[in-house]
């Protein structure tokens, strides 16, 4: 299974971008999916999850709650991200992972150790 993110960008603060993640080798339809974040000097952190029945198992950190939507489509392979009103201190390097167990009870988890496959990811830079 491969992962590929994409949507990456430069952008000044309160712009919007939209990262997608296509997937490809199997069919996502049984897996939890999540994006992660890593900025310079710190540790990996959960963006957002979404389990494998999609809509209402949506997570997001509560740093980027009301600002970020996590969506996908099985019929594509493919989930993304939409990041609105971003702020400076979303720039970091995203990355989209997947979770072949399907996460727990319907949801993703926040554990990036729970997520077997990953994208290599892409930069996420936003201006003041």
């Known amino acids: 299974v491969q992962l590929q993110a994409s949507g990456g960008g430069l952008v000044q603060a309160g712009d919007s971008l939209r990262l997608s993640c296509a997937v490809s080798?199997?069919?996502?339809?049984?897996?939890?999916l999540g994006w992660f974040r890593q900025a310079p000097g710190k540790e990996r952190e959960i963006v957002s999850t979404?389990?494998?029945?999609?809509?209402?198992?949506?997570v997001y950190a509560d740093s980027v709650k009301g600002r970020f939507t996590i969506s996908r489509d099985n019929s594509q392979n493919t989930f993304d991200l939409q990041m609105d009103s971003l702020k400076p201190e979303d720039t970091a390097v995203y990355y989209c992972?997947?979770?072949?167990?399907?996460?727990?009870?319907?949801?993703?988890?926040?554990?990036?150790?729970?997520?077997?496959?990953w994208g290599h990811g892409t930069q996420v830079t936003v201006s003041s």
């Open positions: 992972a997947a979770d072949a167990e399907g996460g727990l009870y319907g949801r993703g988890t926040s554990e990036a150790s729970e997520y077997d496959y």
């Open positions: 080798g199997d069919m996502l339809r049984w897996y939890a």
């Open positions: 979404i389990g494998w029945s999609g809509v209402g198992t949506e």
